[in-house]
């Protein structure tokens, strides 16, 4: 199969869908001509113009209410929202009425948008351009969370929330923006709430999220050295979550770490940790850790910047302290 | 009194809606006193010739988005009061099948998009409604109704600057009933209203919102031109609320005089000036002017009592809608 | 919800202490019940976490129902647990600055189920005073397979358990019929301040002449206690023995005068009242009893009561009944006397 990079992949995917649903326009700072900072919307204005890629003012609430409003009234706005740390600018109009709007009208008008941004730190960009914020939108009801972890996810999920009735807010990880992997030349689509099981294991659970797939699946690499067997999983979208896929292999290994970008507090982690113990709590051999961002600003400095992340050598330590039966007590 | 229009029902459907408005409100009063009405509410009373002229002006596919004061808009743009009522007391069978409440109405069936909780809240749906209509190639017209408190929010001037560049077809009308909740507006708001919009090159016109013939002739020629392209437009109206800022709002001689407010209601009312004229003109004589607010009179009583006795919505009601493509959200 | 008198059904629960999930020391205040006109905290009986709170503030809660767990996780245990696995309520009456002091701690062992009918009283292993520290999946493949995880304990095997212990466990010899003699045996512990009890001789004595025996009055309140918590009985016969043996058997000595106890023929008790009062021991546990027991001994200016009995003699909520109303007694003769 062909291998492309993930910002080909999402360009492909818009421009496919953009073909195929007269509807749809992508909306947002520098999305036209410059195709955006990351160069991945290059050449898409040339196909399909100024009406239907369109370059805003430096105006996140602006463009989001407006986005809103537009997919209210009969089209699907794409919504490029530069990074993923300005989605505090546009709360208001993403969460108050965008996710409300379907439940607010009891069921007679909706929001059929899509926010793409991302996540992901160490590029150096420092505290306000480097969080890893998809915890926030996930804890609104009424919007749709996906977290592609790989060209393919980005390409299939990116098809899929254009297809969504519903506001979904899809983060990419920017610093996955040229890495290649396999994506098939023809159409597909992956369904949102389906979890892909990277690596088969039977003895650690290894739960990560966009970015953290690739860091569970170096980790489980590092442990199959060792004679420890880890399974890898990608939710691949959060909202909604596949619990079965994540219980099923908890209840199979008893001991389960989750790894996500987000801060590690009141985040993805904790929610997913959750479940595990509500629902499989008597399978559990271990307690189910949470591994996240370092609970601090992002830092510039590489050095500093480097260990707020969790690496594959991390999640492996933790992988052996659950499996030596370690209580985590100081931890 | 604005020049005379010759045509008699379009006077007399404005002037039997602004008295559907009115007593709407005077309803909705009583219920909220009696505790009968759960939460609470904001009195359109006193404003009625803004939303009644605009949207006489307006046809059913034109789009309007609402405010926290909205009962007026929804009365002026075609709803029902049964459905109204049936909303305000959160029965299955209200507009939003009770999900919404006052400050949510809403009616796409005759192209409202509802009433807005946060202040400008829908300024970016209206922008965004227009943005649709425009590149989906319809000639509906938006209307985005808001108060002059609204004029303090940042989002305003971001959509009215994309507004500009991109001539969307929307006409921001700012009714300016003088507070801003609970604080005189003049002490808010630096320079004039209008000029904001002039600035964006946004062609602004100021108008007596107690005079329903001078609103809706100037709504007229402003919609006629924005159907044409040559929109955004912006309207100042100049009126005046006579409840507080809410229902609750009673002791308000600390920002606001008794002199004030009867002089408004005596010598301003909007609907005994245009009753007035209806009658001086030879349009109606008091008897079926008195028979019409009758006939409108017990329509409400009877959409009042209907709406008492109505059912709620089912309890499993409550994790629908939230998103369109699963039923019950949490099941 | 703690009995904290002999007329109340229930307890107002005035506030939780802690919140949930809260880590909780052994005699950290938990919260505050009140009785009647006066309000009382109540003390954590092990540490752990708060988990599983199942009443809130205001509320008036039935005397033995259980209003929460200490767990050994911050996330609970559940509904489901088994009941060797709910905490262990104190009644807390500060009577002494020591932090086990609070009156009357009990510890009731796990009757067989079924044996019991509607009975709500926190219990706790008898062979442990702590929570085994075990995997859920450990404890609940332990469970499945009937294995005790006190054997672990006993064989010296280190905690936490997991489980490849359980393997472990699997391999132990089984310790004959202790576990399961244990599993009926249920006792409960009190406290209380001996100066009631002294006062009162000493006032009987000095105002009038009058000598009693302090066994006496201990009978005369021990089968008042009873008769409380047992309100269908007519006659009740209390045997009174020493650590050597039975030295005096009464009938009803509740409802005859102190001086003037009946004494008949040695008979099957209703209840044994051992005086350990004159020994260094203050506590024991020395099996499934054939009568219910209930030892008096003494611990410097402290009575240290301890009540023995299997869950065929006494329901637990008669056996706290009657231990409650013992120490009530206790501490303040007169009322009862009079």
Not at chain 1, 91 to 101: H, T, V
Request: one cysteine or more.
């Amino acid at each position: 199969m062909r291998e492309i990079t993930l910002s080909q992949a999402v360009n492909e995917a818009l421009a496919e869908e953009m073909r195929r649903d007269p509807s749809t326009f992508i909306i947002g700072e520098d999305v036209a001509e410059a195709g955006t900072p990351f160069k991945i919307l290059s050449g898409l204005v040339e196909e399909f113009g100024t009406d239907r890629v369109v370059d805003t003012p430096i105006a996140e609430p602006g463009f989001m209410g407006l986005a809103v409003g537009a997919s209210m009234t009969g089209t699907r706005p794409i919504v490029d929202l530069m990074f993923g740390d300005f989605i505090f600018l546009v709360m208001d109009q993403l969460c108050n009425q965008a996710a409300k709007i379907h439940y607010m009208s009891g069921g007679k008008m909706n929001a059929p948008l899509v926010l793409r941004t991302n996540l992901g730190a160490t590029r150096r960009s420092a505290a306000q351009h480097s969080q890893s914020l998809h915890a926030l939108v996930a804890h609104i009801p009424g919007l749709k969370v996906a977290l592609p972890s790989s060209a393919y996810e980005a390409k299939g999920l990116l098809k899929t929330a254009i297809r969504d009735d519903n506001p979904v807010v899809i983060f990419e990880d920017k610093l996955m923006y040229n890495d290649k992997a396999p994506v098939p030349e023809e159409e597909f689509l992956i369904p949102f709430g389906e979890a892909n099981v990277k690596r088969h294991g039977t003895d650690i659970t290894l739960i990560g999220t966009s970015s953290m797939v690739q860091v569970c699946e170096k980790a489980a690499k590092i442990l199959s050295a060792e004679g420890i067997s880890a399974e890898v999983i990608d939710p691949r979208t959060i909202v909604p979550l596949d619990e079965e896929t994540l219980l099923a292999s908890a209840r199979k290994t008893s001991r389960v770490i989750v790894v996500d970008e987000g801060h590690q507090s009141y985040g993805v982690t904790g929610e997913i940790a959750s479940r595990i113990n509500e629902k499989a709590f008597y399978h559990l051999d271990a307690p189910v850790l949470r591994m996240g961002a370092m609970d601090v600003p992002v830092p510039f400095s590489p050095a500093l910047e480097d260990i707020t992340v969790p690496t594959p050598e991390g999640v492996a330590e933790n992988a052996r302290r659950l499996m030596a039966g370690d209580m985590f007590h100081a931890a | 009194m604005s020049a005379a229009k010759t045509n008699t029902e379009d006077y007399l459907r404005m002037y039997a809606q602004m008295v559907r408005i009115r007593t709407f409100e005077d309803n909705a009063n009583q219920l909220y006193l009696s505790a009968k009405m759960p939460g609470l509410t904001h009195m359109y009373s006193g404003e009625e010739a803004v939303a009644v002229g605009i949207c006489e002006a307006l046809r059913v596919t034109d789009k309007i988005t609402s405010t926290h004061r909205g009962h007026g808009h929804c009365v002026a743009k075609g709803a029902d009061f049964k459905e109204m009522f049936c909303e305000l007391l959160g029965k299955e069978e209200g507009y939003c099948r009770g999900k919404g409440g006052s400050m949510h109405i809403a009616d796409q069936s005759n192209g409202n998009l509802g009433a807005n909780a946060i202040v400008g809240g829908s300024m970016g749906i209206a922008t965004g409604a227009a943005f649709s209509a425009k590149l989906l190639g319809k000639d509906d017209v938006t209307v985005c109704f808001f108060g002059d408190g609204a004029t303090a929010q940042g989002l305003m001037y971001e959509v009215m600057n994309m507004a500009a560049l991109w001539k969307l077809p929307v006409i921001y009308a700012c009714e300016n009933n003088g507070y801003s909740e609970y604080t005189r507006t003049d002490e808010i708001a630096a320079g004039t209203i209008t000029a904001r919009a002039e600035a964006f090159g946004i062609e602004a016109h100021q108008v007596d919102g107690q005079d329903v013939l001078a609103v809706n002739e100037l709504t007229e020629k402003l919609v006629e031109r924005t159907r044409k392209g040559e929109g955004p437009f912006f309207i100042e109206l100049m009126t005046y609320r006579y409840h507080g800022h809410h229902v609750g709002d009673i002791n308000r001689e600390y920002y606001r005089s008794k002199e004030e407010e009867k002089h408004w209601k005596d010598n301003r009312d909007p609907i005994t000036r245009f009753r007035s004229w209806l009658v001086a003109e030879g349009i109606a004589s008091e008897a079926e002017i008195e028979a019409m607010n009758a006939d409108i009179k017990s329509e409400a009583a009877a959409a009042v009592e209907y709406a008492l006795n109505a059912d709620y919505p089912d309890a499993a009601e409550v994790d629908m809608h939230v998103f369109t493509d699963v039923k019950h959200a949490l099941a | 919800m703690p009995a904290l008198g002999m007329a109340q059904d229930t307890g107002l629960l005035v506030n939780w202490l802690k919140a949930p999930g809260e880590a909780v020391s052994l005699g950290d205040p938990l919260f505050e019940v009140e009785t009647d006109k006066s309000t009382m905290e109540v003390e954590a009986p092990a540490d752990g976490f708060l988990t599983d709170l199942k009443a809130e503030a205001g509320a008036e809660i039935p005397v033995g129902q259980i209003i929460a767990l200490i767990s050994d996780t911050a996330e609970g245990e559940g509904l489901t647990q088994e009941p060797s696995d709910f905490i262990d309520t104190q009644v807390a009456e500060k009577v002494d600055a020591e932090p086990t002091a609070a009156i009357p701690t009990h510890k009731v062992a796990d009757p067989p189920v079924g044996s019991r009918q509607n009975t709500n009283i926190a219990v706790a292993p008898v062979a442990e005073n702590e929570r085994i520290l075990a995997s859920p999946k450990a404890r609940r493949l332990a469970h499945e397979a009937g294995l005790d995880l006190n054997r672990l304990v006993l064989a010296g095997h280190p905690q936490p358990y997991h489980v490849a212990d359980i393997e472990v466990l699997r391999t132990l010899p089984k310790t004959g019929s202790n576990a399961a003699t244990s599993a009926h045996l249920s006792q409960i512990t009190a406290c209380v301040p001996r100066t009631g009890t002294d006062d009162f001789l000493n006032w009987m004595l000095e105002d009038g002449g009058i000598t009693i025996a302090p066994t006496a009055l201990w009978a005369s309140f021990a089968s008042g206690a009873l008769r409380s918590a047992m309100p269908d009985t007519v006659d009740l016969i209390i045997a009174l023995s020493n650590l050597t043996g039975v030295t005096a058997v009464l009938k009803n000595p509740d409802k005859t005068r102190l001086l003037h106890q009946m004494e008949v023929p040695d008979s099957h008790a209703d209840l044994v009242l051992r005086d350990m009062t004159d020994s260094p021991i203050t506590g024991l546990r020395l099996g499934p009893p054939d009568t219910p027991v209930l030892s008096v001994a003494s611990d410097r200016d402290m009575l240290r009561l301890s009540l023995e009995f299997t869950s065929d003699q006494l329901e637990s909520e008669a056996a706290i009944a009657l231990i409650s109303g013992f120490a009530e007694r206790l501490a303040d003769p007169l009322q009862y006397l009079i």
